[in-house]
């Protein structure tokens, strides 16, 4: 409490002293009006062509074909010839058995 009042005081004078301050002044340069653009730059020089890029990957395989039409019929045969008449049978028996 000895020293409360005195440091009281002295913030009070503090305080009150950054109140009475003038503010800086700061000059600032204004710019005028701008001049006439410049020359135009010579030209710059083409570069050299780049490298052949890599070849490209393989297509996948297509799909399989429809299946084609029926052919059309073919036209009919000639006629044959007669065959030989028949020759006469010997002593053979055919038996016919149903099924």
Same mark, same amino acid.
């Given at each position: 409490?000895? $020293? &409360?009042?005195?440091?009281?005081?002295?913030?009070?004078?503090?305080?009150? +002293?950054?109140?009475?301050?003038?503010?800086?002044? @700061?000059?600032?340069?204004?710019?005028?009006?701008?001049?006439?653009?410049?020359? !135009?730059?010579? *030209?710059?020089?083409?570069?050299?062509?780049?490298? !052949?890029? *890599?070849?490209? $990957?393989?297509?996948?395989?297509? =799909?399989?074909?429809? @299946?084609? =039409?029926? +052919?059309? @019929?073919? &036209? &009919? +045969?000639?006629?044959?010839?007669? +065959?030989?008449?028949?020759? *006469?049978?010997?002593? !053979? @028996?055919?038996?016919?058995?149903?099924?």
């Amino acid at each position: 409490m000895k $020293y &409360s009042m005195v440091f009281v005081a002295l913030m009070t004078v503090v305080g009150l +002293g950054a109140c009475d301050r003038q503010p800086a002044t @700061t000059v600032v340069a204004v710019p005028g009006p701008a001049g006439p653009p410049g020359a !135009t730059g010579p *030209a710059a020089q083409k570069g050299a062509t780049g490298a !052949t890029g *890599a070849t490209g $990957y393989t297509g996948a395989t297509g =799909d399989t074909g429809a @299946t084609g =039409d029926t +052919g059309a @019929t073919g &036209s &009919s +045969g000639a006629e044959g010839v007669q +065959g030989e008449p028949g020759k *006469a049978g010997g002593d !053979t @028996t055919v038996i016919v058995t149903p099924k």
